[in-house]
């Protein structure tokens, strides 16, 4: 089986005061590392060529570049080229690798806008080649279980769900070089922050949002500078909460803070007419309650469920208040855990996960899950959004850029 050639943009070493390195750096390139038998990583790319180097030194990886057009023309070997860098810059990046006939995966969101994401996804259908977007929630072992459970009936019709995610990122002091976090222009949409969120209803359900009613807000305009300047401010939006409903029915709500001390992270829970599954977020020993430093969010998930025996109830009768809290953990099949040697939990497990899926994809010359196109579907969710805070009202989310 011929590995894939990978070239990773954004892979700089940093020495931030908050301890985190690059995304690129903590998950992109350890997951690869992960997958010898898939992927062999070839060339690094970051703006600075002493930044490149020390990345490709570290994860010793042949080639280190500072400009992505010279990459892609001296290596024409390259066969996917993942884009991991600020969402301002997106745009520009995957349109040179798709352009060069590259395979891309693509962080979240596409673009800083709904048009730069139509870019994207036509260019990428006109050349034939395929696309990944990282929303690598979608690989948690168990919330492609509860997609399964979801698909196989567990609990019969859907018909409402509650999905909250709640972490300190907008709140907890930051450095300076953070600042573009905080600068709207950097991340396009207000509510681009809610699209992990977003994917996990849509992905579970399999079902597009088809009308939404829509509040955001800036709630903390300042956070204190690690480097000890001046306040790290903003204005980008940091807490979003939506009513949601799908063409068939299906009701919800979604609410995100990341402005939320101390935050308990993430969870989905899904009601259907015979019972009701429910993803919450496992603490790891990694996060630092103390400070509220860490992401919770990347702790495992754990899968809860409950189906009715309305027979049973009918011979039986039971009180409702007593059906309450009466799920149970559901153990979780080992299929969906494509990935051995790594922490479950950990974002370089999940981003391996999604790594693997996405080179199976390939393979099958199909693109992976979410697609460019389902990015492209959460963009036109985000309008809608848009529309209905300035409207007040509920807004039927168009569709139309999305062409077959």
């Not at 903590?26 to 930044?51: F, G, N, Q, S």
């Not at 996804?121 to 072992?141: D, K, Q, S």
């Not at 990935?339 to 992976?368: C, K, M, N, S, Y």
């Amino acid at each position: 089986m011929k590995k894939l050639k990978v070239a990773v943009v954004g892979a700089g070493i940093s020495d931030s005061p908050d301890g985190r390195e690059r995304w690129a750096v903590r998950a992109h390139l350890p997951a690869l590392k992960a997958l010898p038998e898939l992927y062999e990583t070839i060339a690094v790319c970051t703006t600075r060529m002493e930044t490149a180097r020390a990345a490709a030194q570290k994860f010793n990886v042949p080639h280190a570049f500072d400009n992505v057009e010279r990459m892609l023309k001296e290596l024409p070997e390259i066969d996917v080229v993942c884009v991991s860098v600020r969402p301002s810059v997106h745009h520009e990046v995957a349109m040179a690798a798709l352009n060069a006939g590259k395979h891309v995966y693509c962080e979240h969101p596409l673009g800083v806008s709904t048009a730069q994401a139509q870019d994207m996804f036509e260019l990428a259908r006109r050349n034939g080649v395929r696309t990944i977007v990282g929303h690598e929630y979608h690989y948690e072992p168990a919330a492609l279980h509860m997609a399964q459970l979801v698909r196989e009936g567990y609990i019969g019709r859907p018909l409402t769900f509650n999905i909250t995610y709640f972490v300190s990122n907008y709140i907890a002091p930051r450095p300076s070089h953070r600042q573009w976090l905080f600068d709207a222009a950097a991340g396009g949409h207000p509510g681009y922050r809610s699209g992990h969120s977003l994917e996990r209803v849509t992905g579970i359900l399999g079902r597009d949002i088809s009308a939404i009613c829509a509040d955001m807000a800036v709630l903390v305009p300042e956070r204190a500078n690690l480097d000890g300047g001046a306040p790290i401010t903003s204005n980008q939006v940091e807490n979003m909460n939506y009513l949601l409903r799908t063409a068939d029915g299906v009701m919800g709500t979604l609410q995100v803070s990341f402005t939320a001390w101390f935050g308990t992270g993430s969870r989905f829970e899904l009601y259907g007419s015979e019972g009701m599954l429910m993803l919450d977020t496992a603490q790891l020993s990694g996060w630092d309650k103390k400070t509220g430093q860490g992401d919770p969010p990347r702790g495992e998930l754990k899968l809860y469920g409950a189906r009715a025996d309305l027979a049973q109830m009918m011979k039986d009768p039971v009180a409702p208040e007593r059906l309450e809290r009466g799920y149970r953990e559901i153990p979780l099949e080992k299929k969906h855990c494509y990935v051995d040697g790594i922490e479950r939990g950990r974002a370089t497990f999940l981003v391996a996960q999604t790594w693997h899926a996405f080179a199976q994809a390939i393979r099958d010359g199909r693109d992976g899950a979410p697609s460019f196109r389902d990015e492209l579907k959460i963009h036109c969710v985000w309008d809608a959004a848009e529309q209905s805070v300035r409207d007040a009202r509920w807004v039927n989310v168009d569709y139309s850029r999305v062409t077959a």
